[in-house]
């Protein structure tokens, strides 16, 4: 039985044909995240971790071709910004059968079709962690999460996959199951700034967080609007994931990265759709400005 398959949503008061798909559906509406194992093969984790092997010591600001080295507040890492253009495999994970499915679904409501809004490598040392953030009280298009009559519409979904295992001490996810239907601020982000977020402590110090623990090549997918962060990494080594986020192609890129006219032409109608969203409309050569 496949996990990630459609199933009815039972409002009919039928039995779904799928109870599985109907279960993991339940659990993301009910936690607003779901763990997808094994969701990248061995040959793509393998091929991912050789790039990040191969990079010399970066900062901020630095470019590798169209990728951009960056980071949020300094102590969560370094953030590979734009990363789908280090290479096929990061291509390879735009449309990643495991999740690309459940997304579109969860977004269904949206007639634009679906886009990534941003994509990025983080690695984060000893010490390092992201302080607690978001939430369902946020009115903004991007944390908004319906299911009424059996329809989503998920205004972002974020999928972290594991680069490295991460377990206690590998400064691990955190959310809050259930924050993205609160209309509440979670009290740690009260003294916040615009009570959005919070850097200056770990997620983990906050009320009823949960560290989402994950084995290399397993991916997370939650709404955005979960309140989330992480634990901070104590542990010797390196703690790797990738994300992207993928929200309605109407709402526009984090950063707004410029594709290259190489990364488009070689990417699939599929993907570059995921990219550039609805194709532009110009005016015949020669129509007046």
Request: net charge negative; no cysteine; hydrophobic share 35%.
């Amino acid at each position: 039985m496949n996990p990630l398959a459609s199933s009815s949503n039972g409002t009919d008061g039928q039995v779904p044909t799928d109870m599985q798909a109907y279960e993991n559906d339940y659990l993301f509406d009910l936690l607003g995240f779901r763990v997808l194992k094994q969701a990248i093969s061995p040959d793509q984790l393998q091929r991912i971790n050789d790039w990040v092997d191969a990079q010399p010591p970066r900062k901020p600001g630095d470019w590798l071709g169209n990728v951009h080295v960056h980071s949020y507040q300094g102590h969560d890492g370094t953030n590979y910004q734009n990363i789908v253009e280090a290479g096929d495999v990061f291509e390879e994970m735009m449309d990643n059968p495991a999740w690309f499915n459940p997304v579109r679904r969860y977004m269904v409501n949206d007639f634009n079709g679906v886009a990534i809004q941003e994509n990025f490598l983080n690695v984060r040392e000893q010490g390092g962690y992201i302080g607690i953030h978001s939430g369902g009280h946020i009115p903004a298009a991007i944390f908004s999460v319906r299911h009424h009559t059996g329809a989503w519409n998920v205004g972002q979904i974020n999928v972290l996959m594991a680069l490295t295992d991460i377990g206690p001490g590998d400064g691990a996810t955190v959310v809050v199951p259930g924050s993205h239907k609160s209309h509440m601020v979670h009290p740690a982000m009260l003294g916040g700034n615009q009570q959005i977020h919070r850097d200056d402590m770990p997620a983990s110090e906050g009320l009823m967080t949960q560290e989402v623990h994950l084995q290399k090549g397993d991916a997370l997918m939650f709404t955005d609007a979960i309140t989330h962060g992480s634990s901070p990494r104590v542990n010797p080594g390196q703690r790797r994931v990738m994300i992207y986020r993928y929200s309605p192609s109407s709402i526009s890129p984090r950063y707004n990265y410029v594709p290259s006219p190489e990364f488009l032409e070689r990417l699939t109608p599929q993907r570059r759709a995921l990219i550039q969203g609805k194709p532009r409309l110009l005016p015949p050569e020669g129509a007046l400005a």
